[in-house]
């Protein structure tokens, strides 16, 4: 049972379930490189370096920002905060993460080992951004846009340009709600001197900045559509991603911030998961 509680905690600490997230595109971008089903091989090693990946970026982030996290009355209940987990045991944990990540790229094939350091350059610098760039947001947009393009690697063996429209999409996807989350802690960054789009230009502006954000993964996400010669299911799922976007952005306004919770988590893992089981169909009906 100590065992089982131990485990519960380290998943609490990393937000295990938000995975939800990036794995979802990560399959989607198996599935439009295999035009059509991958082996059950590529996508369990897909999955292995997605969770092996996320998981480290989220024990490095949790290291990192710690002494923040205890300051901030919004995450000092954290586990590190409150020494449920101390921070060597985070370390080994997040190591341990990583190191899956580089077994997943090596059973992979030679380019997903080869570039897989540089994905842990950008998992791990991340979260050292906001000390100084409010573009902090980007950053975290494009480690996960890696997802779908380390998927094309994986499956395919080579990089190319027909992928990165799904990437730029999930990077400004990301970068968009990730603007929105950070609206809740525009007075303790300000106060503390970290960097934030929402602390530098305020709620307002960046609402907007939220919105040109999403319309942009929107026009990405169509021009998949006459590369891959998909079909109106994928058409129909970017609809549907389009329709939650709109309510994530209806939830929150200026003047009411208070259902930040309900935006970020439900909303963006229904999108999500939305445009990977348009993108199964697709294939599943018309290949």
């Not at 996290?69 to 944990?93: C, H, M, Y």
């Not at 899956?100 to 950008?122: E, G, H, R, S, T």
């Not at 980007?138 to 429209?165: D, E, M, N």
């Amino acid at each position: 049972m100590v065992l089982v509680g131990k485990i519960a905690d380290y998943f609490r600490l990393i937000k295990f379930s938000h995975s939800v997230f990036a794995l979802p595109f990560a399959f989607t971008g198996a599935l439009i490189a295999a035009g059509g089903f991958p082996s059950l091989y590529h996508m369990f090693w897909i999955t292995v370096a997605m969770v092996g990946g996320r998981t480290g970026a989220m024990g490095i982030n949790r290291i990192v920002d710690r002494k923040y996290d205890a300051l901030n009355p919004r995450t000092r209940s954290r586990e590190i905060p409150q020494g449920v987990v101390k921070a060597w045991e985070a370390f080994v944990f997040t190591m341990i993460a990583f190191a899956f990540l580089l077994l997943a790229a090596y059973k992979l094939n030679p380019l997903c080992f080869k570039i897989a350091p540089l994905y842990l350059i950008v998992l791990i610098t991340y979260s050292y951004t906001k000390r100084f760039t409010c573009l902090c947001h980007l950053v975290l947009g494009i480690a996960l846009a890696l997802a779908p393009l380390g998927a094309w690697i994986a499956i395919q063996g080579t990089i190319s340009y027909k992928i990165l429209p799904l990437s730029f999409a999930v990077m400004f996807w990301v970068a968009g709600f990730d603007m929105l989350y950070g609206l809740q802690d525009l007075d303790f960054d300000k106060k503390h001197g970290l960097h934030s789009i929402p602390s530098v230009f305020g709620v307002t502006a960046s609402l907007w900045i939220a919105r040109l954000f999403h319309v942009i993964t929107i026009a990405l996400l169509l021009s998949l559509i006459p590369v891959f010669q998909l079909s109106v299911i994928y058409l129909f799922g970017i609809m549907i991603a389009a329709g939650l976007m709109l309510y994530e952005h209806m939830l929150v306004t200026p003047d009411d911030l208070s259902r930040l919770d309900i935006a970020f988590f439900n909303m963006n893992g229904y999108i999500s998961i939305t445009i990977f089981v348009c993108t199964l169909l697709n294939y599943l009906l018309y290949s």
